[in-house]
């Protein structure tokens, strides 16, 4: 019996290193691309209980590298090394039984990406959550789904941890959880990825998943901003101009502007443009000023937009030309800027820079108006009672201007006690007062709802 024994553990010994050899010469083959040649050294150790080469045919069929795809075999040829523990199999075996639409078992996917999941395999893990977050497979849990992504990024990949930040963060997934998406963005922050930097700055700045802190946040801006990310540069240079957690410096704030506006972040554009319009950390440069800002209006930045209307219209930094502040004026309007509204409803109903049309003129005061805007609502109060391009309504009238003046109008509440009031009965004037509240209360409503 010992004889038989021993010579058992004879062949052990000497046929392992031939299965080494075997395996590395397919290894050394697949390398030079002569996948016909891995496949039969690699087939021959699988067919003897191979784990290794097992899971290496697995792939070869899923890839139809050296044999025609064929995933029903390449499942076969993972399952085979899956169930002798091989993670890599496990985890594939699952994914294909999951992801790949050709008849695998969801259920059974899923217990395979559970094993190896449990032994530390981050894909495994992450999958998982995928599965989790969308119910596929498993019905949907996002605590679940949670705790498999977090298990995933704590194995230390940057780019892992944040990603991870960013569904927190948004709610991708998983639960919001603004405490761990600015664990997670420190951590990838510390490790040196830019962008985790310029999320945990932002953070910081808003205070969620931390207390505000602007000094904290200048920090991480500062080094996303040295790594050339404008948002981060515009963020810093703001926080440079207001004095918000370190010293102002208008000229270090330009610096950084002119940084991100050469980028094309039209945030910082328009901010350099004022720089240079007030001469602040700069020489006062009223037509540079205007440079910038027109390469901001042309990126659809309705700020630039309206300031670039009005420099056309009061010829500062460009010649005085009021069809083409008309022009901007309508850019910035259709972005709902209720002052570039309002003005260019002026310019239809004077008839500067565009043809004359009352009613056009109206539909602008209107829609400032419509956004509580006390000028707008003072135009178009105006208008009713004077009924240019729209139907005369004393009524109406008297509605908008209280409601302008309720604003702070004072121009609005002359005109309304002056001229409106005198044309409406006691009943017509109790009625104009309860339409005014009414709008009032059903535009605060609105608001209420959108914060």
Do not use: C
């Not at 957690?245 to 704030?253: D, S, V, Y």
């Amino acid at each position: 019996m010992k004889q038989i024994l021993a010579a058992v553990l004879l062949l052990l010994v000497l046929a392992s290193p031939a299965w080494g050899q075997d395996f590395d010469r397919g290894l050394q083959a697949y390398e030079r691309g002569d996948y016909a040649s891995a496949l039969r050294e690699w087939r021959a150790l699988a067919e003897q209980g191979n784990a290794e080469a097992q899971f290496r045919l697995g792939n070869a069929y899923h890839k139809g590298e050296g044999v025609n795809k064929d995933a029903f075999a390449g499942d076969s040829w993972y399952k085979k090394a899956a169930k002798q523990g091989h993670v890599e199999a496990q985890f594939w075996l699952g994914f294909s039984y999951l992801f790949e639409f050709h008849g695998g078992d969801k259920s059974e996917g899923i217990n395979w990406l559970q094993l190896a999941a449990d032994q530390g395999h981050a894909q495994a893990q992450r999958t998982l959550a995928t599965a989790y977050s969308t119910g596929r497979g498993v019905p949907r849990d996002l605590d679940e789904a949670a705790r498999w992504y977090k298990a995933s990024a704590e194995q230390g990949d940057v780019n892992e941890q944040y990603g991870l930040a960013h569904r927190f963060s948004r709610g991708d997934g998983v639960p919001v959880d603004y405490l761990e998406a600015a664990r997670l963005f420190h951590l990838a922050a510390e490790r040196g990825h830019a962008e985790a930097s310029l999320m945990f700055g932002l953070l910081n700045v808003m205070g969620q998943g931390v207390p505000q802190n602007y000094s904290e946040a200048a920090k991480w801006l500062r080094i996303a901003a040295e790594s050339g990310i404008a948002m981060a540069q515009t963020l810093l240079a703001h926080q440079l101009n207001e004095g918000l957690g370190i010293p102002q410096n208008f000229t270090e704030a330009g610096k950084w502007y002119r940084l991100a506006a050469v980028q094309g972040d039209a945030e910082a554009q328009v901010a350099l443009g004022k720089f240079y319009d007030q001469g602040k950390g700069v020489t006062q440069d009223h037509v540079e000023a205007v440079k910038w800002f027109r390469m901001a209006a042309e990126l659809g930045d309705a700020e630039a937009q309206t300031i670039l209307a009005f420099s056309y219209l009061q010829g500062n930094g460009v010649p005085q030309d009021y069809a083409e502040a008309a022009k901007w004026l309508r850019k910035a309007a259709e972005q709902g800027v209720a002052l570039a509204q309002t003005r260019l409803g002026a310019m239809y109903f004077g008839g500067e820079g565009v043809s004359e049309d009352p009613a056009e003129a109206v539909k602008f005061f209107r829609m400032a108006a419509e956004q509580g805007d006390p000028e707008g609502q003072h135009k178009l109060g105006a208008t009713l009672y004077l009924g240019l391009g729209v139907l005369q309504d004393y009524e109406e009238s008297h509605k908008w201007l209280s409601l302008a003046a309720a604003g702070g109008n004072k121009d609005a509440m002359k005109f309304r006690d002056e001229f409106v009031a005198k044309e409406l009965s006691s009943s017509q004037l109790a009625h104009a007062q309860r339409l005014a509240r009414e709008w009032q209360a059903k535009f605060e409503s609105k608001n209420v709802k959108k914060d």
